[in-house]
């Protein structure tokens, strides 16, 4: 059996706190297929992060350009105005952001604009 001093510090290193930040939400929402395009994108996260890419892409692999405020703080929620409509067909969001934790994470959002 574990002493009780040996449990504690077992329980202390299984804390949360060395976790990294987490994505728990986006708009479009991943995997959406959508009427029309959007007109932003957003990115929401458990903690606040400091994001550092958001690029938008469509299936051949072209730059749709978006205009991100440019304040390098780090919020939990993060957004992007696309300053061109998008074009229809399958679009994706490619993120990075320094994890509150000083971690690089990052991922892809896929999505599906509909031509009207
Ligand atoms: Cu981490």
Do not use: K
């Amino acid at each position: 059996m574990f002493s009780p001093r040996t449990l504690l510090i077992l329980l202390l290193m299984a804390s949360p706190a060395a976790a990294h930040s987490e994505l728990r939400g986006s708009a479009p929402q991943d995997g959406a297929t959508l009427a029309a395009a959007p007109s932003e994108v957003i990115l929401r996260f458990n903690e606040p992060v400091q994001v550092t890419t958001m690029r938008l892409l469509n299936a051949a692999g072209e730059t749709i350009p978006l205009r991100r405020d440019g304040d390098p703080a780090p919020y939990r929620e993060e957004r992007a105005t696309l300053t061109t409509p998008a074009p229809t067909g399958a679009l994706r969001l490619e993120w990075r952001a320094i994890s509150a934790d000083g971690h690089p994470i990052g991922g892809t959002l896929r999505f599906t604009v509909h031509a009207p």
